[in-house]
């Protein structure tokens, strides 16, 4: 896990996948296929206290994100507009484990 951005409204993380997972997969013909290693964004919202986990496509959409951010240098009212839209879909409140 690492935290990509934190501010007075949003925390974000990037979760990846656990390096010791299996690399193939063995089906029930006794085939293999490759095990696609899975990683997920969460973006918390500090205000409403919900979080929301990107995976899939969502993840992959919000890691372009993330690379058009390196080589624009947003600012941070820029960020927080992107970030807003994400925690639009956050149903999940934030609870301590």
Do not use: C
Request: aromatic residues 8%; hydrophobic residues 35%; charged residues 20%.
């Amino acid at each position: 896990m690492q935290m990509l951005y934190d501010s007075d409204s949003f925390v974000v993380l990037h979760l990846q996948p656990d390096l010791g997972l299996p690399t193939q997969i063995t089906r029930s013909d006794g085939s293999t296929t490759p095990a696609l290693p899975r990683h997920g964004f969460e973006i918390v919202d500090k205000r409403s206290g919900k979080e929301v986990y990107l995976d899939g496509a969502w993840a992959e959409m919000f890691q372009r994100q993330i690379h058009a951010w390196q080589h624009e240098a947003p600012t941070e009212e820029e960020v927080e507009a992107t970030l807003e839209g994400y925690a639009s879909l956050a149903q999940n409140p934030v609870v301590m484990h």
